[in-house]
């Protein structure tokens, strides 16, 4: 029974903490968004001298330190390290039961999805992926049918 929690449990940490780094990465796009604009323009360094560019680099670096970004990005590099020592445990704990794998194949697939274009107008789609993708999902709503006719059996 131990395992059938822990198992669970990681799942339920790891899904925590990447909706903790999601919030901070839509934060991270505000903050840059409400940066000057000539943060925005590295296309206009053209033509300016090496001193200029390093400048303008220390400038830009400098704006986004005040801004609050360089923390912004230390916390999202500890959530991606507790994210990856989580998943690590998870990979060596065995799935004992249906629910477990379940949990499993639902974290992996969201990871999986998060990464995977399914619109064929997207230039990063991928036929490939986008079918491993579907194969992934229905083996998951298999289980989630075979999960429930396994409880109506056992009322």
Do not use: H
């Not at 974290?107 to 999805?113: H, N, P, T, V, W």
């Not at 064929?120 to 986008?130: I, K, L, R, S, T």
């Amino acid at each position: 029974m131990t395992v059938i929690n822990n198992t669970i449990l990681l799942v339920r940490r790891i899904k925590d903490l990447q909706r903790r780094r999601d919030i901070l990465v839509e934060r991270q796009e505000t903050v840059r968004r409400a940066l000057p604009d000539w943060a925005f323009a590295p296309l206009q360094l053209a033509g300016m001298s090496a001193a200029e560019i390093r400048s303008a680099m220390s400038d830009l670096g400098r704006a986004e330190s005040e801004a609050g970004l360089d923390d912004l990005d230390d916390q999202i590099v500890a959530l991606d390290n507790q994210i990856e020592e989580l998943e690590n445990v998870l990979l060596t704990t065995p799935a004992r039961s249906i629910d477990c794998a379940q949990a499993v194949l639902d974290l992996a697939i969201g990871r999986f999805r998060a990464q995977t274009s399914t619109d064929p107008a997207d230039v990063f789609f991928d036929y490939g992926d986008a079918r491993v993708l579907r194969f992934l999902e229905r083996a998951a709503e298999d289980f989630r049918v075979i999960m429930g006719e396994e409880q109506r059996i056992a009322v």
